[in-house]
């Protein structure tokens, strides 16, 4: 099979179903920075070596992803059926690692951070980026058609959990984080 069909020089493609639209479509433009979430976070992983704990969730949350963006283009009027599973474990797991980053965090005030401090950090950050404009084109297509409840929870849980791994990682190495200004809920402890 070739990868160049030529359907698109005209600026088009297809969503699920086969329903032709313009590139710019919203269904196309969430998955295409869902796809560059994906690919930062394949970044992160080369930044890792390979035995890292976070490797295999990462992974999860990648393979989950491609799933999702299945669903994303799927319109809502499809006149075929779209079989791939909906990966609504992802958000289990998303927030069960966000429980397990924040007991190792519990006595660090969590704040706005200045991106970088390592590598590591620096690439949690650019995937966090990422997913927070993502997930605002997910909203944006939520108020014309009907995303997944889960589609949505999941990527508000993912900024968070990337904001944290990238705390984590400072923590572990020992690097101070460059905190802009710490949370309001923080003050107060």
């Known amino acids: 099979m070739a990868i160049t069909t030529k359907t698109g020089d005209s600026g088009k493609t297809s969503l699920f179903g086969g329903v032709r639209v313009e590139k710019d479509h919203i269904r196309i433009e969430c998955n295409g920075l869902i796809d560059e ?32 963006m299945s669903h994303i283009a799927t319109p809502e009027d499809c006149p075929k059926e779209n079989k791939k599973s909906h ?13 397990e980053l924040n007991e190792v965090l519990k006595d660090e005030k969590l704040a706005f951070l200045l991106p970088g401090g390592n590598r590591i950090a620096a690439a ?12 605002r084109r997910l909203n944006t297509l939520n108020k014309q058609e009907a995303v997944p409840v889960y589609i ?5 849980r993912l900024s968070d959990l990337f904001y944290l ?3 984590v990682e400072l923590v572990n190495s020992k690097v101070k984080p460059e905190k802009f200004m ?4 923080q003050k107060r402890k």
């Open 124 to 135: 949690c950050h650019f995937v966090r980026t990422g997913v927070r404009t993502a997930e």
């Open 182 to 185: 710490l949370f309001p809920s």
């Open 37 to 68: 979430v994906n690919a930062r976070i394949g970044l992160l992983l080369v930044e890792l070596e390979q035995d890292h704990s976070w490797c295999e969730k990462l992974l999860s949350v990648q393979r989950s992803i491609m799933l999702m």
């Open 87 to 99: 990966p609504e474990e992802a958000l289990v797991l998303c927030d069960s690692w966000v429980v």
């Open 152 to 156: 949505l929870k999941f990527f508000n």
């Open 165 to 167: 791994l990238a705390m």
